[in-house]
């Protein structure tokens, strides 16, 4: 029903910037937040390192405040994280997660909770 699909991840030297996209499609009436999770290591907790509401507020781990920012653009239910002054322990599967609402077949509303795939971002010299 929703579809949601990041690029840009790659192999990147500690300093460094990228910035990656998540594009969500499908039966979406409308997106709450939208947001970006990354995994450090198998086994590990996913955890949040930066999300955006509707109304554009932003949220942030401790660990990127200052070097990352999220942005988003509605009209593409589109969300990007730009990275920069990269370190090696931002090295992760950073996984996108969008809260939205389906207009179903039926009429009716749905609420749910989609994640995408994850892209690979490496900080290494």
């Known amino acids: 029903q929703v579809q949601v699909v990041e690029s840009g991840g790659g192999l990147v030297q500690p300093g460094g910037s990228l910035r990656l996209s998540c594009a969500a499609s499908?039966?979406?009436?409308?997106?709450?937040?939208m947001g970006w999770y990354r995994r450090q290591a198998p086994g590990k907790q996913r955890e949040l390192v930066a999300a955006i509401s509707s109304d554009g507020t932003t949220n942030f781990a401790d660990s990127v405040k200052g070097r990352f920012t999220v942005s988003r653009d509605n009209a593409k239910n589109t969300v990007y994280l730009q990275m920069n002054s990269l370190k090696p322990e931002d090295t992760a599967v950073y996984y996108c997660?969008?809260?939205?609402?389906?207009?179903?077949?039926?009429?009716?509303?749905?609420?749910?909770?989609?994640w995408g795939q994850g892209t690979q971002v490496t900080v290494s010299s």
């Open positions: 997660n969008v809260d939205c609402v389906l207009r179903l077949y039926s009429g009716s509303y749905s609420r749910g909770d989609y």
């Open positions: 499908g039966n979406i009436f409308k997106i709450n937040d």
